[in-house]
């Protein structure tokens, strides 16, 4: 394993931490890598029957686009994920899951972030008795499609997002 040297704060915001570190690696060379330090996130997959999915239609400042996504958030600090999976899909979806299945775990950018999204397959989905209010920066709708339709939309390039790529493909829709 690497070996720190020294470490840095160089930037930490509302959802991530920018470390400056000199290391050394594996190999025996030293480096100065950015890493970009994340508490996490959940990946959902929010099945209201065997044949469709609810994607969230979101805005995204970063490429200044609206994109198809499966609903996904950050973990909050010291939240279990199951909790925050529960959480999310009440807030972007605004139902309640009665079954939540942890399906798999993936680091999306492990060059420089350290970020790992746990993804779930949530079912036995519920109109909840309360409302949950979105994050301030977030600006999403949420629509329910056929499984047929979701990889039709993939097959032309119109899900753009990979947790979303990856998710479908968990759940088998791409398959045949």
Same mark, same amino acid.
């Given at each position: 394993?690497?070996?720190?040297?020294? &470490?840095? !704060?160089?930037?930490e #915001?509302r959802?991530?931490?920018v470390?400056?570190?000199?290391?050394?690696?594996?190999h025996? $060379?030293?480096?100065?890598?950015?890493?970009?330090?994340?508490r #996490? &996130?959940?990946?959902? !997959?929010?099945?209201? *029957?065997? &044949?469709?999915?609810?994607?969230? $239609?979101q805005?995204?400042?970063?490429? *200044?686009r609206?994109v198809?996504?499966?609903? /996904?958030? &950050?973990?909050?600090?010291?939240? *279990?994920?199951?909790? @925050? /999976?529960? $959480?999310?899909?009440?807030e972007?979806? #605004?139902?309640v +899951?009665?079954? !939540?299945? $942890?399906? +798999?775990?993936?680091?999306?950018?492990?060059?420089?972030?350290?970020?790992?999204?746990?993804?779930?397959?949530?079912?036995?989905?519920? =109109?909840? =008795? =309360?409302?949950?209010?979105?994050? %301030?920066?977030e600006?999403?709708?949420?629509?329910?499609?056929?499984? @047929? %339709?979701l990889? %039709?939309?993939?097959?032309?390039?119109? !899900?753009? *997002?990979?947790k979303?790529a990856? #998710?479908i493909?968990?759940?088998?829709? =791409?398959?045949?």
């Open positions: 394993m690497s070996k720190v040297l020294s &470490s840095k !704060i160089a930037y #915001g959802i991530v931490r470390d400056v570190d000199r290391v050394v690696l594996p025996g $060379r030293e480096a100065t890598l950015e890493i970009v330090r994340h #996490g &996130s959940v990946v959902l !997959i929010p099945m209201p *029957d065997e &044949s469709h999915v609810t994607l969230v $239609r805005y995204r400042y970063a490429i *200044d609206w198809w996504e499966l609903p /996904a958030g &950050s973990l909050e600090p010291g939240e *279990d994920p199951d909790e @925050a /999976a529960r $959480r999310e899909c009440h972007e979806v #605004g139902l +899951a009665g079954r !939540i299945e $942890r399906l +798999a775990a993936f680091y999306p950018t492990p060059g420089y972030c350290d970020e790992v999204m746990l993804f779930y397959r949530l079912t036995d989905l519920q =109109t909840p =008795t =309360t409302s949950a209010a979105h994050d %301030e920066d600006l999403l709708e949420p629509h329910t499609l056929a499984l @047929a %339709e990889r %039709e939309m993939l097959a032309r390039g119109e !899900i753009v *997002d990979m979303t990856v #998710g493909y968990l759940t088998g829709i =791409t398959g045949k």
